[in-house]
Nanobody
Framework: QVQLADSGGGLVQAGDSLKLSCAVSGRMYSYFRMGWFRQVPGKEREFVAGFKWSGDSVNYDDSVKGRSSISRDSKTNTAYLQMNNLRREDTATYYC??????????????????WGEGTLVTVSS
C-alpha cells in the first residue's frame, strides 16, 4: 500500500515557476511508475509527466515539454514536478499518482493505483 501527499500549489503569475511535491509513504519498487496529472473542472484528468521510480523512462506531455522537469529524492521518498514559464492554461488541480504494474507503457488515469489528494495551481495573467 502506498500513500501520496501532494503539495506546493498556489496562485502565481504567468511566467512564474512552481515546484510541486509528492511525499510517498509505503514501499516503492524501482519498477513502480510515478506520474503527475492535472484536471480542470468539467474536463477529464490528463497526464502531465511521469517516470519510473528508478528514475528512467521519463515522459512529458507536449503541453509541458521543455518547461517542466520531474525528479525524485530517494532519501526522503519525495517526487517533484518543477514547472517553469507557467501559462494560464496550466491552471488546474495537480495530482501525483503511482502505478504498480510491471512493464506498463501507457499513462492513462485508469492505469494508476494510488492517488494524492491534489494541489491547486492557479496562474493569473
Amino acid at each position: 500500500q502506498v500513500q501520496l501527499a501532494d503539495s506546493g500549489g498556489g496562485l502565481v503569475q504567468a511566467g512564474d515557476s512552481l515546484k510541486l511535491s509528492c511525499a510517498v509513504s509505503g514501499r516503492m519498487y524501482s519498477y513502480f511508475r510515478m506520474g503527475w496529472f492535472r484536471q480542470v473542472p468539467g474536463k477529464e484528468r490528463e497526464f502531465v509527466a511521469g517516470f519510473k521510480w528508478s528514475g528512467d523512462s521519463v515522459n512529458y506531455d507536449d503541453s509541458v515539454k521543455g518547461r517542466s522537469s520531474i525528479s525524485r529524492d530517494s532519501k526522503t521518498n519525495t517526487a517533484y514536478l518543477q514547472m517553469n514559464n507557467l501559462r494560464r492554461e496550466d491552471t488546474a488541480t495537480y495530482y501525483c499518482a503511482v502505478d504498480r504494474t510491471i512493464g506498463a507503457m501507457t499513462w492513462r488515469v485508469e492505469d494508476m493505483d494510488w492517488w494524492g489528494e491534489g494541489t491547486l495551481v492557479t496562474v493569473s495573467s
